[in-house]
């Protein structure tokens, strides 16, 4: 989400303000960050750079910004640390700023009485045109904000309420992407499958617009693939799995996080689904689509997880098997319900419930790796690859491989590979010409 926000941050920076782009931090006159509350790693990454930044001061004319997903617990001290701060949804008044050298008011900043932040600017914020980085994969905001509260989460507290986007805007930008050839385009939300629940009645809802999607890519005669990330498993629906069985643009992969395998943890983190109701929908992804690999996100050493808990996480790592999960150590958010609960997991225990979970994960990856080999597979190929004459792709299923290729001309085209070798967490392929 902040790597698309920062393309429509570029494009008013670029267009209103008259700087350019640098690759060089060190060259730079603005540096911005677009931050993320979700993890304290994260936080502390800005606290770092915005130190750096202001000792540059000393040697030259600089000015610092922050916007992005900020808690106000964060958004309080980082004010006497940037010159300018300002929510994502304020950013076409970021050029002013700019221009006056100043911090944006508190009031600006300020939640409103409900004490969530406010939304009613993020329809204009839509509207700007990205400066895509890529010119053949792409990122597509349909909706802002989650109305979910679960209790280790900030998002509700930085980027408010559920909002959706028009679906007439959301298809235009993606026809437009299609017409320039992008191969890959990412739907974005903090939960993607309530796109349009807040509008019952004057929006399509999210099969509604998958399928929309699908018919266009049918009729469009062009190749590409379209993800979506991230669903909540209490708003995912068979329909919304029917719908990407049915056309071929809808790509074969399916995140869902599940957080815990533990009922009772779940119920403190207030996901609002069960293992149960889990376990029910991979059953209906292994029926309908059978190819698609799935992705998860799970957090360890949440506030009270006893060991049992913990071992029923590995369990259900065992039994969906996932094909890749992004785990996390669990830090207290400011602001989110569970950081005035006891963080009563020791720091050691968390590190040392990564690593297991890393080795389940590593153990099932492993295994699904190797059954690729001997396979052929269509590939998006994305650039060059860390080992020197080969180039690094990504499968329909976001599953990584390399083939031995210098041809500079097929990064951002569909290719053929057939797998020779697999590792953990990538496999290798020989080009099929």
């Given at each position: ?350 590190k040392n419930r990564f690593h297991l979970l890393g080795n389940d994960l590593r153990r099932h990856t492993s295994a699904h790796n190797s059954r690729m ?61």
């Amino acid at each position: 989400m902040n790597m698309s926000d920062g393309e429509r941050v570029r494009t008013i920076i670029e267009t209103q303000t008259g700087y350019q782009w640098t690759d060089r931090e060190e060259e730079a006159n603005l540096l911005g960050i677009l931050a993320c509350s979700v993890r304290q790693k994260a936080i502390d990454k800005v606290y770092s750079r915005i130190h750096k930044w202001n000792k540059w001061k000393n040697q030259r004319n600089l000015i610092t910004f922050l916007s992005g997903c900020v808690l106000p617990d964060d958004m309080e001290k980082f004010l006497k640390m940037f010159d300018i701060i300002f929510r994502m949804s304020e950013l076409e008044t970021f050029p002013d700023m700019i221009r006056q050298y100043g911090v944006a008011t508190p009031v600006s900043l300020a939640p409103d009485l409900t004490g969530m932040p406010k939304n009613e600017n993020i329809d204009h914020f839509w509207k700007i045109t990205p400066q895509y980085s890529s010119s053949f994969e792409a990122f597509i905001p349909i909706q802002n904000g989650c109305d979910k509260f679960c209790t280790f989460c900030a998002v509700p507290y930085t980027r408010g309420r559920e909002v959706s986007r028009s679906s007439d805007e959301i298809m235009c930008e993606l026809e437009g992407l299609i017409d320039r050839n992008y191969k890959s385009i990412t739907l974005l939300g903090q939960n993607v499958n309530s796109y349009g629940l807040d509008k019952k009645g004057e929006e399509i809802t999210f099969p509604g617009l998958l399928r929309k999607i699908g018919e266009y890519g049918k009729s469009s005669g062009k190749e590409f693939w379209v993800y979506f990330t991230s669903p909540h498993p209490r708003d995912m629906t068979d329909e919304v799995i029917e719908v990407i069985s049915q056309y071929d643009c809808l790509a074969k992969q399916i995140h869902l996080p599940i957080q815990s395998g533990d009922n009772d943890v779940l119920r403190r983190m207030n996901r609002k689904h069960t293992v149960e109701k889990y376990r029910s929908i991979i059953a209906t992804v292994r029926r309908l689509l059978p190819q698609a690999t799935i992705f998860t996100d799970i957090i360890v050493g949440f506030t009270g997880e006893t060991e049992e808990q913990f071992e029923n996480t590995r369990r259900i790592m065992d039994e969906f098997s996932y094909n890749m999960a992004y785990i996390a150590q669990y830090s207290q958010r400011p602001g989110a319900v569970s950081s005035h609960w006891v963080d009563d997991v020791p720091a050691d225990v968390k590190k040392n419930r990564f690593h297991l979970l890393g080795n389940d994960l590593r153990r099932h990856t492993s295994a699904h790796n190797s059954r690729m080999s001997g396979q052929v597979y269509k590939v998006l190929v994305t650039g060059f690859d860390r080992k020197e004459g080969y180039l690094s792709a990504l499968t329909e299923g976001k599953i990584v491989c390399r083939f031995k290729s210098a041809d500079e001309q097929l990064i951002g085209q569909f290719v053929y590979l057939r797998i020779i070798s697999s590792t953990d967490f990538s496999v290798e392929g020989e080009l099929i010409l």
